[in-house]
């Protein structure tokens, strides 16, 4: 029974100076930056995604004469706009796989630093 009760003891006590090294880390300057430049790609670039994803159906419905409409391709409005989802959807990935170096870069540096005890 006191090998649970001590092992209980060890657990609380590790789990609580995960807790404060969280801590410390996420009052950091560093991860403040972090999250401040996470925010303003994600934010922008998940308003733009919705509001293109969401155009075509709203086209479709409200604006028949804009999407039935003939392109030099040979195909309607609708059709390439539709196709234009595709090549967007992977444009924004890489652009975000781009991105995510960057952040992955400020991760590295707030972990080496942590590691040798600064903030």
């Given at each position: 029974m006191e090998s649970t009760a001590s092992?209980?003891?060890r657990s609380a006590s590790?789990?609580?100076h995960v807790q404060n090294e969280w801590?410390?880390?996420a009052?950091?300057?560093q991860f403040q930056t972090l999250i401040k430049e996470k925010k303003a790609f994600l934010i922008?670039?998940?308003i733009f995604f919705m509001v293109y994803y969401f155009a075509l159906p709203i086209m479709a419905g409200y604006s028949k004469t804009l999407m039935?409409?003939?392109v030099p391709l040979f195909v309607n409005f609708?059709?390439?706009f539709a196709v234009s989802q595709f090549i967007m959807a992977w444009v924004l990935a890489y652009y975000y796989?781009?991105?995510?170096e960057r952040f992955d870069d400020l991760i590295s540096e707030i972990y080496k630093n942590k590691k040798r005890g600064l903030q």
């Open positions: 092992s209980n003891s590790s789990n609580h801590d410390e880390i009052e950091s300057s922008p670039t998940t039935i409409k003939k609708g059709y390439l796989m781009k991105k995510a």
